[in-house]
Structures are given as structure tokens and as C-alpha cells.
């Protein structure tokens, strides 16, 4: 984000989108050099897999800045002394089909009752590692549970001292049967974007959203692409 004030002790993901000529538009997250202007204030990373994400150190402010063959962007990004007290995830249940994924997501709430989505900050455990497994690496995947075998898991979200709410988990051996991709027409103007939904239906007859687990693809590239 352009601008952004959190608590202390908190990270943000910064995300670097260049601007092209032809008014494309690309993501450099991984590919610009980021520094902050006080390092006392917040760091960032340019770790392979963490590169963007700003650890705040103590109350002040700093610009974050990305740079790319000479091209500059920056961010401003403050801290406040806030301290996080409870982290609240959800969904608090779920089942899922084996094979597929669960995205869990934090909320954070501070000493000063404001509250933030900490989804890719916090650290994210199962208790069982045979039912399922949880994305830690950061950014957009954090908080994303893969089921790995049938039977219940326990999710939870660390952050410091602090432990949040336990979500149950439950994998099913349910199969696929169908997939329904929303909106099933649309119409949309040049160098604009579309977002697809993909929705799975299984033998159970429950259904569940598989959009950032299916493969997708289109038929004409000249006219449009999608990204996996």
C-alpha cells in the first residue's frame, strides 16, 4: 500500500507493480531492491520468497522505496506504538475434500482497539500434519491449509506470547465432480482485467471454492490470458 500506519512488532507485505510503456501492468515484487529509509523504524526484506515485507522495529515512520533499473516507487509506512493483544481466525470450522486447500485468515486486535489483517504476519500451525499442512512462506499463500489425508486437524495462528482461537479442520474422501466457472459470460474492455471464480462440486454433494487450485486456461491467448 501507498500509505499504511500499523502497530510495532507487526509485519506488512508491500507489493511493487511497474507500469509499462503500453500501459501494461506487471508485478516486480520479486525482481525490484527494497529498502527502507530508517532501518530502526522497519526493515525489509529482499530475502528469495519474503522479498516486500516490512518488520517494524519501533514507533516512527519510514519510506519504504522499490527500485528497478533505475525506476523508483516508494510507500510511506508508520508505527505506532499499539501492542497486539488477541488474533482471531476464521473459518472457525471447515471441511474440505482431500486434495484441496483451505485458506485461513488472522485478525489482529491491539491495546488500542483498532484491529488489522495479519493473514501473512502471524505463524500458522496444525496439529496434525498427516490431515494437513499450513503455508508459512508469506505474502498472499500465507494461512493456506492443504489437506494431505481424511481425518480433523486443529489450525491455529502464533504471533510472540500471543495464541489465537483453534479452527477445526476436517478432510474428507469425497471425489470431484464437477466444476462451475463464474461468470460464465462477460464482456470486458481492452487491457482490462476479469476476475473467474471456479466452484467444485463433490460426491458428498458439498461444494467448495477451487479457484486457486484448479488449472486455468484460455482458449484464444491472442484474445485474453489467465494467470495460475
Known amino acids: 500500500p501507498p500509505d499504511l500506519s500499523i502497530a510495532r512488532g ?15 501492468v ?3 515484487t520479486s525482481e525490484v531492491t527494497w529498502s527502507s529509509s530508517d532501518t530502526g523504524v522497519a526493515t525489509v526484506s ?10 517494524t522495529l519501533s514507533p516512527g515512520t519510514a519510506t519504504i522505496t522499490a527500485v528497478y533499473k533505475g525506476v523508483i516507487g516508494s510507500a510511506t509506512l508508520t508505527v505506532t ?3 497486539l493483544v488477541s488474533i482471531a481466525i476464521t473459518p472457525v470450522t471447515s471441511s474440505i475434500a482431500l486434495g484441496t486447500s483451505q485458506q485461513y485468515n488472522a485478525i489482529g486486535t491491539y491495546n488500542d482497539s483498532s484491529t488489522r489483517d495479519i493473514t501473512d504476519s502471524v505463524t500458522w500451525s496444525s496439529t496434525s500434519l498427516s490431515v494437513a499442512v499450513i503455508n508459512n512462506v508469506g505474502g498472499d499463500t500465507n494461512g493456506l491449509a492443504t489437506s494431505v489425508g481424511v481425518g480433523s486437524t486443529a489450525i491455529k495462528a502464533t504471533s510472540g506470547s500471543i495464541v489465537s482461537n483453534s479452527a477445526a479442520l476436517t478432510v474428507t474422501s469425497a471425489t470431484l465432480q464437477s466444476i462451475t466457472v463464474t461468470p460464465s459470460g462477460t464482456t ?8 473467474f471464480t471456479a466452484t467444485g462440486k463433490f460426491s458428498d454433494n458439498s461444494e467448495q471454492v477451487l479457484t486457486t487450485a ?12 489467465i494467470s495460475n
Open 26 to 28: 506487471i508485478d516486480l
Open 81 to 83: 506504538p499499539a501492542t
Open 10 to 24: 507487526s509485519s506488512q507485505q508491500f507489493t511493487a507493480a511497474g507500469i509499462l510503456s503500453d500501459d501494461t
Open 188 to 195: 470486458i474492455a481492452r487491457k482490462t482485467t476479469q476476475q
Open 46 to 55: 529482499n530475502e528469495a520468497g519474503f522479498e516486500g515485507i516490512a518488520t
Open 214 to 225: 484448479a488449472t486455468w486456461s484460455s482458449s484464444a491467448t491472442a484474445v485474453a490470458v
